[in-house]
Structure formats: structure tokens, C-alpha cells
């Protein structure tokens, strides 16, 4: 078991630059703007909604080296282009958005960054969005398609015994609850994911809950428009899961940001694994806060999730 890691100082202050020049950059009202659409579209006003998924929903530029192709037309495979001696793993990757928005081209720069820096395979899912497809149909969606990339990995050239599961935020709930309820994953990556769909106000509820890339009153609306009422299900709330669940899981790293409103659960979440002596890497940014994955403006921060989590990938595990 690992121990809990963060970065030297030098990083620290350097993710602390680019944290405050990210969130000063973010257009004031923006999230309160998206609380209302999430809102309106759990009362059947979807508009909003789809204004805002279509505005999010541009493919970046990529890094070269890396192919894309779709084996099914909601999944991406990201691929490098350098032949390998050995089968590749296999990252199965899930994006963040709170359920309701978001997309593959929201997580791919971190998917191709990935792809070359562990010489991996990585793959990424379009999954049915709330709240017209609450719990359990994204769900579904994850465990359906890692039984189709488990059963196709070796054409890719991947290794199919070491097909792992990640994503950010949302996507780290879901990558935690698919461990949770399909067979075969070999290791589970969640980066600062959402653990408990209620109110908890927390230390870090209190101090990151406005001003901080994900704000209070949008998660509640996420958190509502997904578990619509099963806000307690283990499968949906995870950091309610039993010991003997959690003793279930694959080896798990968890990467969380020290400025973020889920910092609190993420940490209680780690402490539980930690406490049942399960195989667990911890890695905190003090100084970084959330959406440093699928936004731009935290490069330290991306670069590092690199770093850490092809190392981790590359493990035998």
C-alpha cells in the first residue's frame, strides 16, 4: 500500500500560479448559469441544457503520435502510433460534466497524453447523460462497453487481463462504481470523483463551495438530476459502499485536488481503503482545484495526472 504523496514545493507553488489565473479567468455567473439549465432540464426544459453541451462539445487539437478511431460509434480509441513489443494496457476512461454534460472531446487531450506516455491503450466513452438517462442507464452503458473492449482488446494489441478503469469527477464516480458491479478490472483510477450524492457541508463543502471550478448549488443540481431520489444507493453514492465492497475492488489510485469542494469525501473515501489495508496510491494537489483534467488552464497540475497515472497503469498489478 502506498503512502499518501504530494508534490515538492516548487510543483506546489507552480499549481498555485495556475490555479488562481485559471479561476480568474472563468466567466462570472457561468456555473449558476448552468445550475439553472441542469435545473430547468430536470423539469423537462432540456434547451438550456443542450445549448450548453453543444458549446462545450469541440474537438481539441492532439497531440501527434496518437491515433483516433470509434469501434463503436459512442466509444474512441486512442491509440499510439509507435508499434509495441508487448501488449498495451488498456484504460477504459470516463468523462467528467455531473452527469449531464460533457463528452469524449472533453477528456481526449488527456486520453492522448496518456496514450504516449504509458505506450497505452485508452479508450472513451460517450455514456447516456442525465437527466433524460439518470442512474442506472449510464451505468449500463460503462458496464456494456467494458465487456466489449475486454472482448476486443487483443485486436488492438492490448493485454485483455489488465483493462483498468478511470475518470474525473462524475466519471471517477462511475469508474468506481463499475469496479464495484462488473468483473475483471484490473485496477480503478478515479480522479477527484464525486463519492456521495447529498449534502454533506464538509470543511471543504464550506470553503470551495463557490469560486472554486465546481460550486455547491451545480453539484446539488448534478447530484440530483443523476441519482433522481437514490441519492443513497451504493452504486450511485460509492463512499456508502460496505467494507467487504470496497475489499472487492481492484487495486485503486486516487488523485484529488486540495482546493476542491469533493476534497473531504475523496480523502474519507482513501482513509476507509487505507484503514481495510487495500491497495491504494493517494496522490493530493495542495494547490490545485478540480477540472484540472477537462478544462485547460492547469497544466502542472494535467501534466502531473499524466505522470502519476501511466506510471500506475504500468505496474503489474
Known amino acids: 500500500m ?3 504523496i504530494c508534490p515538492n514545493a516548487e510543483l506546489q507553488r507552480q499549481m498555485q500560479i495556475e490555479e488562481r489565473c485559471f479561476l480568474a479567468s472563468m466567466k462570472p455567473g457561468l456555473q449558476h448559469k448552468q445550475m439553472l439549465a441542469v435545473r430547468a432540464a430536470i423539469q423537462g426544459d432540456d434547451a438550456a441544457l443542450q445549448q450548453i453541451r453543444l458549446s462545450r462539445n469541440q474537438a481539441p487539437v492532439l497531440p501527434q503520435g496518437v491515433n483516433t478511431t470509434y469501434p463503436q ?3 474512441c480509441l486512442f491509440t499510439p502510433t509507435v508499434p509495441s513489443e508487448r501488449p498495451r494496457p488498456l484504460l477504459f476512461y470516463l468523462h ?3 452527469w449531464c454534460f460533457g463528452s469524449i472531446n472533453s477528456c481526449s487531450c488527456f486520453c492522448a497524453a496518456l496514450a504516449l506516455e504509458a505506450n497505452c491503450c485508452v479508450a ?3 455514456y447516456s447523460l442525465a437527466p433524460a438517462s439518470p442512474f442506472p442507464a449510464p451505468l449500463a452503458d460503462c458496464q456494456q462497453a467494458f465487456a466489449y473492449l475486454r472482448a476486443h482488446a487483443a485486436e488492438w494489441g492490448c493485454d485483455s487481463a489488465r483493462v483498468s478503469v478511470g475518470g474525473d469527477s462524475a ?3 462511475l469508474a468506481l462504481a463499475t469496479a464495484l458491479f462488473v468483473p475483471g478490472v484490473n485496477s480503478v483510477i478515479p480522479i477527484y470523483p464525486v463519492t456521495k450524492l447529498f449534502t454533506r457541508r464538509s470543511h471543504s463543502w464550506r470553503k470551495y463551495g463557490k469560486g472554486y471550478g465546481n460550486d455547491a448549488e451545480l453539484l446539488e443540481a448534478f447530484n440530483e438530476a443523476y ?3 437514490q441519492q443513497h444507493h451504493p452504486l450511485v453514492s460509492v463512499g ?6 470496497l475489499q472487492s475492488l481492484p487495486p485503486v489510485l486516487i488523485l484529488s485536488a486540495g482546493h476542491d469542494i469533493l476534497f473531504d469525501q475523496t480523502a474519507q473515501l482513501a482513509r476507509r481503503l487505507q484503514k481495510l489495508h487495500h491497495p491504494l496510491a493517494y496522490h493530493v494537489f495542495p494547490t490545485a482545484t478540480h477540472l484540472f483534467i477537462t478544462v485547460p488552464g492547469q497544466p502542472t497540475a494535467f501534466s502531473e495526472a499524466v505522470r502519476i497515472v501511466a506510471s500506475f497503469l504500468n505496474e503489474e498489478h
Open 2 to 4: 502506498h503512502a499518501q
Open 73 to 75: 460509434s459512442n466509444l
Open 96 to 98: 467528467g460534466g455531473g
Open 124 to 126: 472513451a466513452l460517450d
Open 171 to 173: 466519471g471517477g464516480n
Open 227 to 229: 441519482a433522481q431520489g
Open 240 to 245: 456508502l459502499s460496505s467494507d467487504s465492497a
